[in-house]
C-alpha cells in the first residue's frame, strides 16, 4: 500500500508542477496573445493551437509501435519532457535577446520554437498514459488527475500573478520571456520528479514483435472490430473541431473591448475554473463513469461557445460588463479543459488493453491528430468571413459531439 500511495504522490507531484508550467504557455491566452502581439495575424493565431495539439497527437504512433515493441517505456519519457522543457528555455532565451529585433523575424523564429516544442512533447503522451496506467490503479485515476489538475491549478494562480505583474510592468516582449522562463523551470522538475518514480514491471506481450507494417494492419483491425473505440474516435475529430475556437477566445475578447495588457487575469480566471472544477471531476469518473463525465463535458461545451456569439452578435453589453462576462467565460473554459482531459485520458486507459495500451494509445491519438489542424482553418475563416463564423462551426461540432458520445456502451468499455 506504501508503494502505491509513494506512486500516486509522485505521479501527482509531477503532474501539478507540469501543470503549473503548461499553463505559463498556454496556447489560448499567454502564447496566442504573444503571436496577435507580433503579428496581428489571425491565421498565425490559429496555427499556434493548431500545432500544439497536431504536434501533440501525431508522433504518438510512431512512439506508441517503438513503446509496444521494446516493452520499456521509461527512455521515451525523458527524452520527450526534458527535450521540451529546453525548447521552452530557449524561447525564453529568444524573446530575451531578440526584444530589438523586428518583430516578423521573431514571430518566425517564435513559432519554430513552438513547433519544436510541440512535437517533442508529443514523445511523452504514450510512455506517460502507459506508465500511470501501470502505477495507478483504474479507481483512483481520476481522482489522481483531479488532485494534479487542483495541485496545479494552485501552483499556477501564482504564476498568473506573476505574469500579470510581468506584463504590467516589463516592456513586450521581456515580460513574455520571463513567463516562459518560469514555464521552462517547472517543466524540467517535474521531468525529475516522474523519472526518479522508475517504471513499474510492463505486462509480458507476445514473445514475437510486430513488424511496423503488422502494427498499423492491427490499428486499422481495432478500429473496425471494436465499437467503443471507433466512436470515441469520431467524438474526439468533432472535439478537435470544437477546440477550433480556443485561440479565437483572446481575440474576440480583445475585438470586444478587452485590453490584452490584463490577458494574465484571463488566464487566471482560466486556472481558478479549472481548479474549482477538479474534485467534482475527480469524483464523477471514478463514481459515475468516464463515459458519463465525458458526455456531461461534452455538452456544457456548448455554453462557453453560445455565450461568445450572443456577445460577438448583439452588442447589448457595456465595457464593464464585457470585462466581467469573458472572465465568467474563461472560468467556465478552464473548468471544462480540466474534465475534457481527465475524461479522456482516463476511458482511454480503460478501453485499452493491459498489454496493448501504448499501442491503443498511438493509434487513438495519430488518427485523431488531423482534427487538431482545424485551428489553422479556423484562422482562415476568420481572416476572410470574421470571428462569429469560425464560433458557429465550434458550438455545431459541439452538438455533434454530444451526440456521438450518447451511443458509446458504456456498460462494455473494455470491447
Known sequence: MSTKKSKFSSVVAAGVTFQAGSTAVDSATIMSA????????????????????????????????????????????????????????????????????????????????????AFISGIV?????????????????????????????????????????LVGTLPFPLSYSAIIAMASVLMFLSSFVFTAMGEPPAVKTKNEKPTFFQYLKDGISVFKTERNFRLFVFAQWCGGAVLMAMPFFVVQASASGFDLQRVALLLGAQTTGALASNFLWGWWGDRLGK???????????????SAVLLIATTGIFGPGQMFYLYLAIFFILGALANGLTIAVIGFLMEISPDDQRPAYSGYFNAITAPAFLLPLFAGILA??????????????????????????????QSN
Not at 133 to 147: D, G, H, T, V
Not at 291 to 302: E, F, K, M, Q, T
Open 125 to 165: 503522451a504514450v510512455p506517460y498514459n502507459d506508465i500511470v496506467a501501470r502505477s495507478i490503479p483504474s479507481e483512483l485515476r481520476s481522482r489522481m488527475l483531479a488532485a494534479r489538475f487542483f495541485g496545479g491549478g494552485l501552483l499556477a494562480l501564482a504564476i498568473v500573478a506573476i505574469a500579470d505583474n
Open 291 to 305: 463515459v458519463s463525465l465525458l458526455r456531461a463535458i461534452a455538452i456544457a461545451r456548448i455554453v462557453p461557445l
Open 383 to 412: 481572416s476572410i468571413f470574421g470571428l462569429s463564423l469560425v464560433f458557429i462551426f465550434s458550438l455545431i461540432a459541439a452538438i455533434t459531439q454530444s451526440i456521438i458520445l450518447m451511443l458509446i456502451d458504456s456498460q462494455n
Open 34 to 117: 504573444l503571436v496577435f502581439q507580433l503579428t496581428g495575424n489571425s491565421i498565425i493565431v490559429g496555427a499556434v493551437t493548431a500545432i500544439l495539439r497536431f504536434g501533440w497527437l501525431f508522433p504518438q504512433l510512431i512512439i506508441g509501435y517503438l513503446a509496444q515493441r521494446s516493452g520499456s517505456s521509461m527512455h521515451y519519457y525523458i527524452f520527450g519532457a526534458f527535450g521540451r522543457a529546453t525548447a521552452m528555455a530557449v524561447l525564453a532565451l529568444v524573446l530575451y535577446s531578440g526584444a530589438d529585433w523586428k518583430p516578423g523575424n521573431l514571430a518566425i523564429i517564435v513559432m519554430m520554437l513552438w513547433t519544436a516544442y
